[in-house]
């Protein structure tokens, strides 16, 4: 488990997997409880899963490809969510997003090299009236611009 930093979660994602073993209707709750104790889904980890479960890698990668709430990529230590719903985007949000990937030196859906942060586009945060809007771990941001958003996160620095 070296590559993926978490070999001391090992123990702890076994007795998950051992609490469900060869029941493979178990699997959405299994990358659940993986995903929220390593806080991402590495190749070994999916592997496990798999073999614990009697499922094919196939249908466990499937199942974390299908849904938006499973990562293969480590999540930064504040992760950025940017609205892109028609409210956020109507009023800017393409030109936030395009300041924040050349702020951070990445693509939505990517991390920071150092682990500081990971950016994410989602669909709506249910803040029209903010909008456009991003959110920073929990806590919200709206009636944002560029320099804003980039002000924002200088404050996580």
Request: aromatic share 8%.
């Amino acid at each position: 488990m070296e590559a993926c930093k978490c070999e001391e979660k090992w123990e702890q994602l076994n007795e998950i997997i051992k609490a469900h073993r060869g029941q493979p209707s178990s699997l959405i709750e299994v990358l659940h409880k993986a995903q929220e104790l390593i806080g991402y889904l590495p190749k070994q980890v999916l592997i496990a899963i798999a073999e614990g479960l009697g499922v094919s890698l196939s249908e466990v990668y499937s199942v974390v490809s299908f849904y938006a709430y499973f990562t293969t990529k480590p999540k930064g230590k504040y992760q950025i969510s940017l609205c892109k719903g028609t409210a956020c985007y109507v009023k800017g949000a393409p030109e936030i997003l395009e300041r924040l990937e050349k702020e951070l030196g990445i693509k939505a859906g990517d991390s920071t090299d150092d682990g500081r942060f990971s950016l994410e586009v989602v669909r709506c945060l249910g803040a029209c009236g903010l909008a456009p809007v991003m959110m920073v771990n929990k806590r919200a941001y709206g009636l944002l611009r560029p320099d804003k958003a980039v002000a924002v996160l200088q404050t996580y620095q």
